[in-house]
Structure formats: structure tokens, C-alpha cells
């Protein structure tokens, strides 16, 4: 365990430069390529992603089930890329709680409610499992459906019981990995209502990693990932109107990372023709990124395009 000062300190989950690179043969492919990632004691927040952006990479190291290649990487306090084997299987049952989209993955089929929500407490040596199972189901909204096993449970149901399996231990964060992919609607704001009841009324951080940016609506951070890099954050506040009514407030922001790097968003380079290179022009309140377009020496000097010194504020 490390309690270091220094960059994220005082966050719950620190990613600093993070790299994982898969070997194949002679064949190298990098998934997390410098990462940076914050998140904060008691925040509920969103990882979004499209396949191959290596969300699903960071969501196995932050759950103990990979190590990074280089880069740090620290939950709660510990250190992942310095855990023996068996610190990392203490780590798995008390630190960090995981709801996975297949049920299958969450409960066993041939247990009941309650005893699959008391398993983890099996596992860990801990008394008045029973008591705390039963709070647990209560809380997400099964207390009358305690002995019933996943067959007989709607698929909301299921995951609300994964919820209630994945706190057992009273874990500090809960990673939740498309936790909504195989339910309709309805019954995915019914699951995200007893997520925030959980992150409000036990106080417990809750990652949820998914593809889909519609789901990024339920929470106040979201975090994009691209080509193994955060690329932009998206954060979302409740205000009232001059009608008394409260309305949602979005604004997106590109990453500026520790290296200095900055990942545009794709329609802005596709807007604007961008590739190969830019130009930049510092300006007193912002820096301006421009189109480099070539010219001939005998053309005269000209603007870059779009510079009107109204560029875009961010």
C-alpha cells in the first residue's frame, strides 16, 4: 500500500502515464498509451470508449486482473503494479467490487439471492454475513425476493443483486463494466436510480465503463477514451432557469494531459480538413489551431484560415 504525495493525491483511483503493450509473437499492440486518469473519493463517473479505445484494458487493471506495462497505477492506496499474488487476491475481495454485464459472470445459477450477496463474505472470513446480505438486498429494492435464484429473476433484478454482491465487502470503489448493456430502457434507469442511491447513501465511488454515450446522461463526469488516451471530459451540472425550472448543463472539454498532449475531437478535424499538421497561435486568453494549408513563395502572406481572433474559447 502507498500513500505518496504528489500528482492525484487525495483521489481515490490515480492513473499517471499508464501503458499496457500486448505481445503477440513479434507483434506489439499498445492499448493504454500514457493514460491519465483522476477520480475522486465518492464520485459516481463514466468511462466511454468505442471498441479497441482500451477502456476494457483499464477497467482489467484497475479490477487487479492485469498489471500495467509501465506507468502507475494506484486504487485506494495500492499500488497494482506492485502487488504480489496474493495482496492482489485480498485486493479483488475488499478494495474493488466489479458488476459485469453477463449475469453469469456476477451470480452462480444454483444459489439464491441472499446467498450469492453472502458468498463474498464467505470467501473473506466475515461474521454476520446473513444480516449484512439482507441490508444489502434491502437497500437495492429485493427485500421480498431474497430466496430466489437468478432464474427466477428478471434480468434488472439480476443486476440489482449483482449490485448488492458487489458491496458485500464494503468495497471502495464499485467498477461497473457495461452494467446496462442487455436491458431495455426502463429497466436501465431503474439500475443507474439504485447505483446513485448507492453512491449517495453509502458514499461508495462507482466507475461505470460503456460504450454506449447515451449512458453517460446519468452521471456528473464523463470521461472519453481514445487510441489508449483520455481525449475529453464531459461534465454535467443541474441549474435553475429564469422559470424556476431546472435544466441540465453539458459542456465537453478536451484533455490537456501531464505530457502535454491534447487529443482534438473528431468532428473538429474533420470540420476543418486537419491532418499531418497545424498551426498554433498564442493568443491572450487562448491558443488557436488552425488548418496548415501550403502556399507558393510569391503568394502573399494571408490569415490562416478561421483566425479571426474570435477562435474557439474553451
Known sequence: MTHGSGYGQGAVIVCDNLVRIF???????????????????KEMMAIVGASGSGKSTLLNILGGLDVPTAGRAVVDGYDLARMSRRERTVYRRRVVGTIWQQTMRNLLPYLSAVENVELPMVLDGRRGRRGRALE???????????????????????QRVAIAVALANEPSVVLADEPTGELD????????????????????????????????????????????????????????????????IAEEFAVL???????????????????????????????????YVTRKLDDAPAEPAGATGEGERR
Open 257 to 291: 494531459d501531464r505530457a502535454g498532449r491534447l487529443q482534438l475531437p473528431r468532428t473538429h478535424i474533420e470540420a476543418l480538413e486537419l491532418r499531418d499538421r497545424v498551426r498554433l497561435r498564442l493568443e491572450e486568453d487562448h491558443v488557436g489551431v488552425f488548418p
Open 23 to 41: 505481445k503477440i509473437a513479434d507483434l506489439e499492440a499498445v492499448a493504454l498509451q500514457g493514460l491519465d486518469l483522476l477520480v475522486e473519493p
Open 185 to 248: 430502457s426502463a429497466t436501465s434507469a431503474e439500475v443507474f436510480g439504485v447505483l446513485r442511491k448507492v453512491n449517495a447513501e453509502l458514499g461508495t465511488t462507482i466507475v461505470v465503463v460503456t460504450h454506449d454515450a447515451l449512458v453517460t446522461d446519468q452521471v456528473p463526469r464523463t470521461v472519453a477514451i481514445r487510441d489508449g488516451r483520455t481525449s475529453t471530459v464531459t461534465l454535467r451540472r443541474t441549474e435553475l432557469d429564469h422559470a424556476g425550472e431546472h435544466r441540465v
Open 136 to 158: 444489502l438486498l434491502g437497500l437495492v429494492g429485493l427485500g421480498e425476493r431474497v430466496g430466489h435464484r437468478p432464474t427466477h429473476l428478471s434480468g434488472g433484478e439480476q
